[in-house]
């Protein structure tokens, strides 16, 4: 209950700082990106993190699609924070759903060691970089905006979204560590704020850090998990055990 309290009262602060934000004052680049990777990024977050138990409900990508649809039906109406919120809590619902079938630890690992390749290529050579150069419109429909002062907002791909949300529910499933993973997960995805505006480039793949952000806090609880795995498997291809006889 207390939890549930804890998240309705943050989305309702955050819906309130969305809709004054465009009213103040703007700010420096460099403020912005503070408070972007301090404080802005970092609330939006934490709601995944307050909505964690959720994580193995039943109907997950019924819920999702529907959050989905509520998106599109609110960004056609122009009512942008809603549907901002539609799309994080759709795309949310629909990683745990995913998480559903990965039947191990070391699944997740796989996919934490590929997709940082997959996403560097897509923004600078790929479909990322098409989108996001020559079609603004249809990256903003595919996106998550964090709004600053003045009206300004930087965004994060659903994409981005969807393996934040999984990685820190594979986090709870599988026994590591959730909060550290979240405190990495937020950290790579500011660290890459930081960076892109310090190189001053319009984006940087942000996958390689939320990989990252879920690799290391558990990186020992998962090295022992892999070899254990290893070590099974190898027991389990010896002459005379059960699987070499069948």
């Known amino acids: 209950m207390g939890r549930a309290a804890a998240l309705l009262g943050l989305a309702t602060a955050i819906?309130?700082?969305?809709?004054?934000?465009?009213?103040?004052?703007p700010l420096t680049l460099w403020q912005d990106v503070a408070l972007l990777a301090f404080v802005i990024i970092p609330a939006v977050?934490?709601?995944?993190?307050?909505?964690?138990?959720?994580?193995?409900?039943r109907w997950l990508l019924l819920a999702g699609a529907?959050?989905?649809?509520?998106?599109?039906?609110?960004?056609?109406?122009?009512?942008?924070?809603?549907?901002?919120?539609?799309?994080?809590?759709?795309?949310?619902?629909?990683?745990?759903?995913?998480?559903?079938?990965?039947?191990?630890?070391?699944w997740v690992v796989l996919v934490a060691a590929i997709i940082p390749w997959v996403d560097a290529y897509s923004v600078w050579r790929g479909p990322t970089k098409q989108i996001t150069?020559?079609?603004e419109e249809v990256f903003s429909a595919l996106s998550i905006g964090f709004v600053v002062p003045g009206g300004g907002a930087a965004r994060?791909?659903?994409?981005?979204?969807?393996?934040?949300?999984?990685?820190?529910?594979?986090?709870?499933?599988?026994?590591?560590?959730?909060?550290?993973?979240?405190?990495?997960?937020?950290?790579?995805l500011s660290l890459t704020i930081v960076l892109a505006t310090w190189w001053d480039v319009g984006g940087?793949?942000?996958?390689?850090?939320?990989?990252?952000g879920f690799l290391v806090p558990n990186?020992?609880?998962?090295?022992?998990r892999?070899?254990?795995?290893?070590?099974?498997?190898?027991?389990?291809?010896?002459?005379?055990?059960?699987?070499?006889?069948?």
């Open 15 to 25: 819906a309130a700082w969305y809709a004054i934000a465009p009213h103040l004052d």
């Open 45 to 57: 977050l934490f709601l995944i993190w307050l909505a964690l138990p959720l994580w193995n409900m």
């Open 66 to 106: 529907a959050c989905l649809v509520l998106a599109f039906v609110c960004g056609t109406l122009d009512l942008d924070v809603a549907a901002n919120f539609a799309k994080l809590a759709g795309v949310t619902l629909i990683a745990w759903w995913f998480l559903g079938y990965f039947e191990n630890v070391s």
């Open 133 to 135: 150069s020559e079609h």
């Open 156 to 188: 994060l791909g659903l994409p981005d979204v969807l393996f934040f949300a999984l990685f820190l529910a594979a986090a709870v499933r599988f026994d590591l560590r959730p909060f550290w993973t979240w405190i990495g997960l937020v950290l790579g």
């Open 204 to 212: 940087l793949p942000a996958l390689p850090a939320l990989s990252l």
């Open 219 to 224: 990186a020992d609880i998962l090295w022992t």
């Open 226 to 246: 892999l070899r254990a795995q290893a070590r099974d498997a190898a027991q389990e291809g010896k002459p005379g055990s059960d699987t070499a006889r069948t």
